[in-house]
């Protein structure tokens, strides 16, 4: 999953962004909220944590330009205790959930994983697809009831497959959920991970869409 940090405390915000690698979410940070609100309307995220009191752009202004431009990413609002009515302005602007400084990082990354789900219409903690699983909160990969070991990098492509079984992405899409902005994003390595999870789920776990990309097969996989 790829995340948007938009903070304008520096400290604060490369502790979020050091929790959430660690978490293995890929993770892009923007200081101001110009440059947050730009990267919200041309990046792909699964998810935004959005400070209100930013410099050049305040976040309510950022929630609303982009829902109105069709930007339906989930945003979980930071604010200060005292910011009560901030944090009502900017779910009327529409943020999707809120979280008062100081916080726990475990609660940020909790909340998060719960904005992902419900986005993407998933219910339990677990992500699954026929007899695959993801426990997102462990990085535990089961097929069949079997643990499955994969990287880092193979888990985040696997997690955009579950997520959203029924879409076909193309692997600029896959690639994006794999780089953060300021990274060399290479949509060639992405068939390397497509093969490999072929190998472990079987060869047609993930069925190429001539001319448009790769979506899960309708049934799910068996196990390895």
Known sequence: MKLLVV????????????????QGFTTDVAHDGETGCHLGH????????????????DGVTIIREWRAGGVNTPVLILTARAQWQDRVDGLNAGGDD?????????????????????????GSSLISHGAVSVNPETGRVTAGGQSIELTSSELKLLTAFLLRPGKVHSKQDLAEKMYGYNEERDSNTVEVYIARLRQRFGKDFIRTIRGRGYTLESSGCSGP
């Open 7 to 22: 903070e304008d405390e520096t400290s604060l915000a490369d502790q979020i962004r050091t929790e959430l690698m660690r």
């Open 42 to 57: 041309t990046e792909r995220y699964d998810a935004v944590v959005l400070d209100l009191g930013l410099p050049i752009k």
């Open 98 to 122: 809120y979280l008062v400084k100081p916080f726990h990082m475990e609660e940020l990354v909790a909340r998060l994983r719960a904005l992902v789900r419900r986005s993407a219409g998933v």
